[in-house]
């Protein structure tokens, strides 16, 4: 137990710590959260191969696995500064306030930092000083009442006891029963501190309780006839929300109050615009379907889905605006100071790209950009799709590289002709088999879809209904399927005439390309 205490002191130490930090976020700014900025940190200055294998492996569930690693290297480094301050109590506090300034630094590293941010780091490495000088007090005391027993044994065997000078086997127990409830009692108290901060966090979530308010007209937009097989394994036309993909940089959801949302549009502009939610609404509306896919995504991957989305045209907006000539790049930026760059052309060229506030029926979902989010059709979201949308700046790509761009991603991003096959698994029964999948070239279509079983001819498959060329297709071929292991490919051909290329390449700097196959056994 001896042994255990200095480790212990300083987990509580820590535990305490962040459970103060959480508490004044919550009741400042939730995002503001020292393990949030550091996290937010680490995400920025991953190198790209180590994002990559982090979607590959973990897919939406990387920010998890991300601030599962923060939280148990913070864990390692209390159990150090814990032993150290027990050599060394000076040790303690240096250490403490070691994290608390990386946590000052990463705060005020964010796009979007105040002097309020670094609160509740400043809050919570004076609770962390406090505490590990506390239960170190405590946890040397309780070292020196044992040194003080084991000398006493010793000389105990070699001499008759001297009265009043046994510390006592009870003495020395209760002493370590009241240190070890010390420290659990900091222990539950810090766990009910920081559980209770992230509840109240949650509570008080601002656009949360904003998207409630927001009441959508009923869509009188009917499922396109014909667009939906309904084949069991086959992915809808449409994609619910809470399985609609969700990749971006934000480990906490920004929060945004839409009756303050303001959407600011400046830069190479005739007349700046700033409008509100209001106000926006207030405009046309266009409702439309709309494919979205993840530049991420690899050959067969599931990032990607199509929602109706309810919003107004952007193309409107800048025309109002005055872009000047020159100006090729329309730069977005969240709330949360993420940027994409989008090229001036595709948002002028008659496509159907929007100011999105509605998705399936319902206001657009915090996690998918509440208040607002831009959908552009035929473009990759990293340079096209900014949530929770708060500024456009029109410039030009010379003069501004975007967040991904940055990390060597290109800076236009079209979306390549590209196809998956869904169904069958990894087994099938022998006869007629339905091969089946989904197949996208937004804004320009898909044409043809062919079906490769083994080295065989391609066989053409029959085509769902295409509402319009900015969704993906679904696809359907009844594969007489003989008893065996096989190996089926597909291929699409767009709405131009060009093949979907077989060559095989990853996603940087790009989008992925080849052709998605699986193996069936057959029995």
Request: include cysteine; hydrophobic fraction near 45%.
């Given at each position: 137990m001896r042994k255990l205490t200095p480790a212990l002191t300083g987990l509580v130490s820590a535990g305490g710590a962040l459970a103060v930090a959480e508490l004044v976020a919550a009741w400042l700014n939730p995002t503001s959260s020292p393990v949030l900025a550091?996290?937010?940190?680490?995400?920025?200055?991953?190198?790209?191969?180590?994002?990559?294998?982090?979607?590959?492996?973990?897919?939406?569930?990387?920010?998890?696995?991300?601030?599962t690693v923060i939280y148990l290297s913070l864990a390692a480094y209390a159990v150090l500064v814990g032993i150290l301050a027990q050599l060394r109590p000076w040790a303690?506090?240096?250490?403490?306030?070691?994290?608390?300034?990386?946590?000052?630094a990463a705060a005020l590293g964010r796009p979007t930092a105040g002097p309020a941010d670094v609160l509740p780091t400043v809050a919570g490495t004076l609770a962390g000083i406090w505490l590990i000088l506390f239960l170190g007090k405590r946890a040397r005391a309780l070292a020196d009442s044992a040194d003080e027993f084991a000398e006493y044994v010793h000389e105990q065997g070699k001499r008759a006891p001297t009265?009043?000078?046994?510390?006592?086997?009870?003495?020395?127990?209760?002493?370590?029963?009241?240190?070890?409830?010390?420290?659990?009692?900091f222990a539950v108290g810090a766990l009910a501190l920081g559980g209770g901060a992230r509840l109240w966090a949650v509570a008080r979530s601002v656009g949360t309780r904003s998207r409630e308010a927001v009441k959508l007209p009923v869509s009188t937009m009917p499922?396109?006839?014909?667009?939906?097989?309904?084949?069991?394994?086959?992915?809808?036309?449409?994609?619910?929300?809470?399985?609609?993909?969700?990749?971006?940089?934000a480990l906490?959801?920004?929060?945004?109050?839409?009756?303050?949302?303001?959407?600011?549009?400046?830069?190479?502009?005739?007349?700046?615009?700033?409008?509100?939610?209001?106000?926006?609404?207030?405009?046309?509306?266009?409702?439309?379907?709309?494919?979205?896919?993840?530049?991420?995504?690899?050959?067969?991957?599931?990032?990607?889905?199509?929602?109706?989305?309810?919003?107004?045209?952007?193309?409107?907006?800048?025309?109002?605006?005055?872009?000047?000539?020159?100006?090729?790049?329309?730069?977005?930026?969240?709330?949360?100071?993420?940027?994409?760059?989008?090229?001036?052309?595709?948002?002028?060229?008659?496509?159907d790209a929007m100011l999105a506030y509605g998705m399936n029926g319902e206001p657009l979902p915090v996690e998918h950009g509440f208040p607002v989010r831009m959908i552009v059709p035929g473009l990759y979201g990293y340079v096209s799709a900014c949530k929770w949308l708060a500024e456009l700046e029109v410039t030009t790509f010379a003069e501004f590289d975007a967040y991904w761009v940055r990390r060597g991603w290109s800076a236009l991003g079209p979306v390549k002709t590209a196809s998956r096959i869904d169904t069958p698994g990894g087994r099938a029964k022998a006869g007629p088999v339905s091969v089946a999948g989904v197949a996208w070239a937004q804004h320009r279509g898909i044409s043809k879809v062919e079906v490769q079983v083994d080295d065989g001819p391609w066989q053409e498959a029959r085509l769902a209904a295409e509402p319009t060329?900015?969704?993906?297709?679904?696809?359907?071929?009844?594969?007489?399927?003989?008893?065996?292991?096989?190996?089926?490919?597909?291929?699409?051909?767009?709405?131009?005439?060009?093949l979907q290329t077989s060559e095989r390449v990853g996603v940087v700097p790009d989008g992925a390309t080849g052709w998605h196959e699986v193996t069936v056994a057959v029995s």
């Amino acid at each position: 137990m001896r042994k255990l205490t200095p480790a212990l002191t300083g987990l509580v130490s820590a535990g305490g710590a962040l459970a103060v930090a959480e508490l004044v976020a919550a009741w400042l700014n939730p995002t503001s959260s020292p393990v949030l900025a550091v996290g937010a940190a680490v995400v920025d200055l991953t190198p790209q191969w180590a994002k990559e294998l982090a979607i590959q492996l973990f897919g939406t569930n990387d920010k998890l696995f991300l601030l599962t690693v923060i939280y148990l290297s913070l864990a390692a480094y209390a159990v150090l500064v814990g032993i150290l301050a027990q050599l060394r109590p000076w040790a303690g506090p240096v250490g403490v306030a070691l994290f608390g300034a990386v946590g000052v630094a990463a705060a005020l590293g964010r796009p979007t930092a105040g002097p309020a941010d670094v609160l509740p780091t400043v809050a919570g490495t004076l609770a962390g000083i406090w505490l590990i000088l506390f239960l170190g007090k405590r946890a040397r005391a309780l070292a020196d009442s044992a040194d003080e027993f084991a000398e006493y044994v010793h000389e105990q065997g070699k001499r008759a006891p001297t009265p009043g000078r046994e510390p006592g086997r009870r003495a020395l127990a209760r002493d370590q029963r009241r240190s070890f409830l010390v420290l659990g009692g900091f222990a539950v108290g810090a766990l009910a501190l920081g559980g209770g901060a992230r509840l109240w966090a949650v509570a008080r979530s601002v656009g949360t309780r904003s998207r409630e308010a927001v009441k959508l007209p009923v869509s009188t937009m009917p499922t396109p006839e014909g667009a939906d097989l309904r084949l069991p394994g086959l992915s809808s036309f449409h994609t619910e929300n809470r399985d609609f993909y969700r990749i971006d940089t934000a480990l906490s959801v920004p929060q945004v109050d839409a009756g303050a949302w303001q959407l600011k549009i400046h830069g190479m502009v005739d007349r700046p615009v700033t409008i509100s939610f209001d106000e926006l609404r207030a405009r046309p509306t266009l409702e439309r379907d709309i494919t979205l896919n993840c530049v991420s995504n690899e050959v067969g991957g599931p990032y990607i889905g199509t929602a109706r989305w309810l919003g107004v045209s952007l193309g409107a907006l800048l025309r109002e605006a005055g872009v000047k000539p020159g100006a090729d790049q329309v730069v977005s930026r969240s709330t949360d100071g993420w940027t994409c760059g989008t090229p001036v052309a595709t948002l002028l060229d008659g496509r159907d790209a929007m100011l999105a506030y509605g998705m399936n029926g319902e206001p657009l979902p915090v996690e998918h950009g509440f208040p607002v989010r831009m959908i552009v059709p035929g473009l990759y979201g990293y340079v096209s799709a900014c949530k929770w949308l708060a500024e456009l700046e029109v410039t030009t790509f010379a003069e501004f590289d975007a967040y991904w761009v940055r990390r060597g991603w290109s800076a236009l991003g079209p979306v390549k002709t590209a196809s998956r096959i869904d169904t069958p698994g990894g087994r099938a029964k022998a006869g007629p088999v339905s091969v089946a999948g989904v197949a996208w070239a937004q804004h320009r279509g898909i044409s043809k879809v062919e079906v490769q079983v083994d080295d065989g001819p391609w066989q053409e498959a029959r085509l769902a209904a295409e509402p319009t060329v900015d969704t993906w297709r679904q696809w359907v071929h009844v594969w007489d399927a003989t008893p065996g292991s096989h190996r089926l490919r597909v291929r699409a051909t767009d709405g131009t005439g060009a093949l979907q290329t077989s060559e095989r390449v990853g996603v940087v700097p790009d989008g992925a390309t080849g052709w998605h196959e699986v193996t069936v056994a057959v029995s």
